[in-house]
């Protein structure tokens, strides 16, 4: 960016400079990244275009959009992306919560029409730990355990459920899926890895460049961590318990076929805002 001196010369600057950097929407991320850099509220940015940024603001700023126009996704940037009506600090250790996993949380709510339960939870690659938090907060009586093989990434899922209010009722645990664990869960949810690896080098490069691979790889046909999850579950999930994960388009199918193998029962399929079939819930099936 060249020196610009009020909000709206440096507002105008910084969208042009997006969209010929490929942004998709150029305006609401140069307000994003104006509003981070500034501490302003968004709505400032449009409403008092004369007023002036400060010079070592500018200077912020002008990083901020290097980093962006090189593809760094945004939530990467400013350090949070929010999920659920919730406020969420992420890195490059965590995958970024995107809309389409608010199915899962949808699906699950759906199956609890008793919002005083107590349900205890397993979130399976908590990542982050939105999924997890995401539904202690509707169900306020409700525990829950996230597990993830990354220590700094269970680090950041330890910080949002403190900054939440919810590290009485979420635990955060350095563990290799449910390997070791003990005891049983009434509810089992996870968004695992379910790319296929050799379909990696193909997605958008602030993806493939910048998320974490052990969070997108699900192996050679994109289903590996749905066979550990399907032969490991059956020890911690009650009879009357739920099994959610999220999955990618097209997998519902073979989904399906590897939790029949494994005596899992499948209870309902839910479509994401586009209409993409997004959740798979699934019960022990009765013997």
């Given at each position: 960016?060249?020196?610009?001196?009020?909000?709206?010369?440096?507002?105008?600057?910084?969208?042009?400079?997006?969209?010929?950097?490929?942004?998709?929407?150029?305006?609401?991320?140069?307000?994003?990244?104006?509003?981070?850099?500034?501490?302003?509220?968004?709505?400032?940015?449009?409403?008092?275009?004369?007023?002036?940024?400060?010079?070592?603001?500018?200077?912020?700023?002008?990083?901020?959009?290097?980093?962006?126009?090189?593809?760094?996704?945004?939530?990467?940037?400013?350090?949070?992306?929010?999920?659920?009506?919730?406020?969420?600090?992420?890195?490059?250790?965590?995958?970024?919560?995107?809309?389409?996993?608010?199915?899962?949380?949808e699906?699950?709510?759906?199956?609890?029409?008793?919002?005083?339960?107590?349900?205890?939870?397993?979130?399976?690659?908590?990542?982050?730990?939105?999924?997890?938090?995401?539904?202690?907060?509707?169900?306020p009586?409700?525990?829950?355990?996230?597990?993830?093989?990354?220590?700094?990434?269970?680090?950041?899922?330890?910080?949002?459920?403190?900054?939440?209010?919810?590290?009485?009722?979420?635990?955060?645990?350095?563990?290799?899926?449910?390997?070791?664990?003990?005891?049983e869960?009434?509810?089992?949810?996870?968004?695992?890895?379910?790319?296929?690896?050799?379909?990696?080098?193909?997605?958008?490069?602030?993806?493939?460049?910048?998320?974490?691979?052990?969070?997108?790889?699900?192996?050679?046909?994109?289903?590996?961590?749905?066979?550990?999850?399907?032969?490991?579950?059956?020890?911690?999930?009650?009879?009357?318990?739920?099994?959610?994960?999220?999955?990618?388009?097209?997998?519902?199918?073979d989904?399906?076929?590897?939790?029949?193998?494994n005596?899992?029962?499948?209870?309902?399929?839910?479509?994401?805002?586009?209409?993409?079939?997004?959740?798979?819930?699934?019960?022990?099936?009765?013997?």
């Amino acid at each position: 960016m060249t020196p610009a001196s009020t909000i709206g010369a440096i507002y105008q600057q910084l969208s042009d400079e997006l969209a010929a950097a490929g942004i998709e929407e150029p305006r609401l991320e140069a307000r994003m990244l104006m509003s981070f850099a500034a501490g302003l509220e968004q709505s400032r940015i449009i409403g008092y275009p004369e007023a002036e940024i400060a010079a070592d603001t500018a200077a912020k700023l002008n990083n901020l959009a290097e980093r962006r126009k090189t593809g760094e996704p945004i939530a990467y940037i400013t350090g949070h992306k929010e999920f659920w009506s919730l406020n969420f600090k992420v890195s490059e250790e965590t995958l970024i919560p995107r809309p389409d996993s608010e199915t899962l949380i949808e699906a699950v709510l759906a199956e609890l029409p008793d919002k005083s339960a107590s349900p205890r939870i397993l979130d399976l690659g908590t990542g982050s730990g939105c999924l997890l938090m995401a539904l202690l907060s509707e169900l306020p009586n409700a525990t829950g355990l996230g597990v993830d093989i990354n220590p700094e990434t269970c680090e950041i899922a330890r910080e949002n459920a403190e900054q939440l209010g919810l590290t009485s009722r979420a635990k955060i645990k350095t563990n290799d899926w449910m390997t070791g664990l003990d005891g049983e869960f009434d509810i089992i949810i996870s968004n695992p890895p379910y790319i296929v690896e050799s379909e990696i080098a193909a997605l958008e490069p602030d993806v493939k460049k910048f998320e974490p691979h052990l969070a997108l790889s699900g192996g050679a046909d994109g289903l590996s961590a749905y066979r550990l999850i399907a032969a490991q579950c059956r020890a911690h999930l009650p009879p009357n318990g739920l099994l959610a994960v999220e999955c990618g388009m097209g997998q519902v199918t073979d989904i399906k076929g590897i939790f029949e193998k494994n005596n899992l029962m499948v209870k309902n399929v839910h479509k994401d805002i586009a209409n993409v079939e997004r959740c798979i819930l699934a019960t022990v099936q009765k013997t």
